[in-house]
Each structure stands twice: as C-alpha cells, then as structure tokens.
C-alpha cells in the first residue's frame, strides 16, 4: 500500500511538472509573439496546426492573467500540495482545471479554429491529474 501511494505521488509531482513546463512554453510563446509578429513556435506545423495562432489569438487571457502563467500557478501549486500530501485538494484543484481545460478546448475549436499541440498537451495533463488524484485518494 505504501509501495503504491509512493508511486501514485511520484506519478502526480510527474504530471504537475510536465504541466508546468508545458504552461512556461506556452507563456513564452505568447510574449515572443506579443514582442514580435512573426515569430513562430516550434510547435508550427501548418497554418491549422499552429501554437502561435492560438497564443496570438485574444483568448490567451482570463480575467487578465495569461492562461500560460495561470498554468504557472496552477502547475507550482498542484507540485506543492501534492509533495505535502494534500491529495484532496490536488483532486478539487484538477476538477476546476478540467472545467477551463473544455473552456478552452471549446474557444480553441470553434473560436479560434487552429490545433494547438501544446495546448491539447495541457489539457492531456489536466484529465491525468485528475484521474490520478483521483485513483490517490480512493
């Protein structure tokens, strides 16, 4: 049992950190093109599968706050209550980003209407935090 909430912890700290440099791409991504019109991210591969085009579009904030540094945050805090043992709360935190992962599947589809690797990446990472927080505190 202890053998496998070590595992199920480790596997969590995996997937907040995954999260968190994918979200640190994504807000580097969005300042480089903020700074500069042409830039293209690595993650360019044809005008529909475009990174940049999602990141330049105006849905890259909520209430202000960049959605890459919200990641940030959001990633640093799952690391943190996740290395402390907070496995419930990590569990209600991944709930929440599960309903702005749809918001922003839902304004990347229709709105915008590019496919963001990086992005669909994140929100891979949102369903696993949460199916693993889960599994973690059952």
Known sequence: KIKQSVHMTLTLLA???VGFFLSLYSFYVEKKVSNQKDYKAICDISGKISCTKAFAAGYGKIFGVSNGLAGMVFYALALIMTFYGYLNLT????ILSIFV???LAYVLQFKVRAVCLVCYSIYAANVLLLIFSYLAIK
């Open 91 to 94: 569990f209600y935190l991944s």
């Open 15 to 17: 997937i907040s950190s």
């Open 101 to 103: 992962s749809l918001y």
